[in-house]
Nanobody
Framework: QVQLVESGGGLVQPGGSLKLSCAAS????????VSWYRQAPGKERELVAG????????NYADSVKGRFTISRDNAKNTVYLQMNNLKPEDTAVYYC????????WGQGTQVTVSS
């Protein structure tokens, strides 16, 4: 069955960095667009970044442009989110999503940015 497993979250100080990973299984990973979303307490889930099947095109939320980088390794069935210069407002649960019919979501990984 389709599985998406996020990892790499944690507690980091403002200005710090984290790299999230999402390991996929149960489908042909290289055939699907994948994205990172996040949801902060009391807020709706929002798109952070997306990447096309071969990694040739990426898109980012304005709030993370220049700080976050999405990438994928189709040989490892994994999508990454490198997060630099983290801010307290980046605190959220981060989810990866496989686009398609239906969409599939991972269980999420908590990122907390605090001094």
């Amino acid at each position: 069955q389709v599985q998406l497993v996020e990892s790499g979250g944690g507690l980091v100080q403002p200005g710090g960095s984290l790299k999230l990973s999402c390991a996929a299984s149960g489908f042909t990973f290289s055939s699907y667009v994948v994205s990172w979303y996040r949801q902060a307490p009391g807020k709706e889930r929002e798109l952070v970044a997306g990447i096309t099947t071969n990694g040739g095109t990426t898109n980012y939320a304005d709030s993370v442009k220049g700080r976050f980088t999405i990438s994928r390794d189709n040989a490892k069935n994994t999508v990454y989110l490198q997060m630099n210069n983290l801010k307290p407002e980046d605190t959220a649960v981060y989810y990866c999503k496989r686009s398609g019919i239906p969409n599939y979501w991972g269980q999420g990984t908590q990122v907390t940015v605090s001094s």
